[in-house]
């Protein structure tokens, strides 16, 4: 049995990742219908975490925002779950009463952080606020006045506010400026500053070997060209190669042998991936991990459907998908300096063709929009059972490579 859910990523002011909240994934029939219960979900959800897979397996070393409704708090579901890996998020729909409160007081006095979610002023809910280490507000749906008055309410307690919802760069600084210490949301996949970036030599190696593995047939010799004007590649190409997580039973000690040994379907995945991680280091390795994941879920997927001539085409189209992010940079900008096929260049900066929905999937998948998702699987006539391991696979083989690579 698989634990399955969409995660979302929380980060705080400096754009570090702070914690996931994670959307309930069962089943295909058991979530995407619109009038799924939420008890159970989260139910489901606790039961999934702690008795089969983990919430760490999603989670890594931060915190699980996790819903509970007034009911499954009054019952105490919250201390099935271990205090350093979750935040309670008490619902919106939840109403201040005495029962709540002492529930929450309880929750608190073992040790556990708790969250108000898209929370609306009201004095009653003061009681509360001794107890409440984070408040969630839906920036998109609270007025300049309204933030104001929750931060001066939450200023005599020690309580981050965490805004909902921010899409872009600007709503980014404008909840900074409105005292707003965790942010939610997809603004990291916007471009922060409009600018064209020049690659270094190290990347535009890389930009050279993507070019050449793109290829129908690869020419290993002038693979082993490229190679070997980079001293710092090599490197890493042979640190890759020997690293665990391939298990080699003989060391490698030559760039031709290490590119024998990977094969082609893992070479394309390590330019890849090093190209990904090497255009800016400056960013949050949250991004570098998100189009990880999104690589091997459209490499998954690719294989599963039998459309493209060559499947790796997702991986590397999922890999690129967050490049104007990194290099924040427009992503028609950042095409013209690779030498991509044309149905990649396509998928990433017209949104058009098969491998666009394969991205539109994924970010459906990442923001736990069953409904839209459901379309897109239906569309393409894809084996909707198989679905979730896929993204549960991709999610853990992101986790595992990303540490590779950082030790690389």
Known sequence: MFFYAARQPIFDRNKQLFAYELLFRDSLENVFPKDFDGDTATSKLIEASQFNLGLEDFTGNVPAFINFSQELLVKNFPLMVPKEQVVIEILETARPTKTLL??????????????????????????????????????????????????KAAAKY????????????????????????????????????MQSKALGPSQLSLAEL??????????????????????????????????????????????????????????????????????????????????????????????????????????????????????????????????????IKDALVDRSGLLAEYIDLICHYEKGEWVE?????????????????????SVQWANEHLNELEAV
């Open 158 to 193: 020690p309580i981050k506010l965490l805004a909902e919802k921010v899409e872009t760069y600007e709503e980014f600084n404008m909840a900074i400026e409105y005292g707003f210490s965790y942010f939610q949301g997809y603004f990291f996949s916007e471009p922060e500053v």
């Open 210 to 343: 993507l070019y050449e593995t793109s290829k129908s047939e690869m020419e290993l010799d002038s693979i082993i060209t490229v190679f070997e004007r980079d001293v710092t590649l090599s490197f890493k190409l042979l640190r890759y190669a020997n690293s665990a997580i391939f298990r080699r039973s003989k060391e490698i000690s030559t760039i031709r042998q290490a590119l024998v040994v990977l094969g082609q379907e893992e070479l394309k995945r390590f330019i890849a991936l090093l190209f990904t991680a090497q255009v800016n280091t400056n960013k949050p390795a949250e991004l570098i991990r998100l189009s990880m994941t999104r690589a091997n879920f459209c490499d998954e997927i690719a294989k599963q459907h039998r459309k493209l001539i060559d499947p790796s085409m997702g991986f590397l189209t999922g890999m690129l998908s967050l490049m104007d992010a990194i290099l924040d940079e427009p992503m028609d900008s950042v095409m013209t300096k690779l030498p991509l096929a044309q149905d």
């Open 102 to 151: 002492r529930a929450v007081q309880e929750l608190k006095e073992k040790g556990y952080s708790i969250a108000l979610d898209d929370y609306q002023h009201e004095p009653v809910w003061l009681h509360f606020f001794p107890y409440i280490d984070i408040i969630k507000v839906d920036f998109r749906d609270t007025s300049p006045d309204q933030m104001l008055t929750i931060r």
């Open 373 to 393: 998702a459901n379309e897109i699987i239906d569309k393409l006539g894809l084996d909707a059972n198989l679905i979730p391991d896929f993204y549960q696979r």
